[in-house]
């Protein structure tokens, strides 16, 4: 089973990648050591990056970004509009990029951390959340 996964360098992408490498999975990485998914000029340069080449029966998206400003109130613009390119705009590019070189019967597994639906601890409460 040969098998694409972004986000390696760790937390979920990295777990998921040793697990798989301990089933026998070959391995192909894109991960921010040797890729820039924080555009699209940069992800359009994949196309020519052996990782985008395939074939594989799966691709699994685990790759994310979050501010090193953890107080949402204080994050700027620029960071936001990062922010939401790695974590959802960069899934859509990838896909287009990477669905061709996909087996029959393979796809695509999308990971994501409770961060995507939860405000992470930094985050000062409103008056309509409990105070700690």
Known sequence: ???LITGTTGGIGGAV????EASGAQITKINREN?????VEAIQNLRQNEAARG????VIFSHGYVDAEKNFLLQRPQEIEKAFFINTLSVIYL?????PTIKPGGGIIFISSIAAVTANGFT???HHQKQP
Do not use: E, G
């Open 55 to 58: 074939p594989y029966d799966w």
């Open 124 to 126: 000062p409460p409103t």
């Open 35 to 39: 890729a820039d998914l924080s555009s």
């Open 1 to 3: 089973m040969h098998v």
């Open 95 to 99: 896909t287009q990029i990477l669905l």
């Open 17 to 20: 990648k040793h697990a798989l």
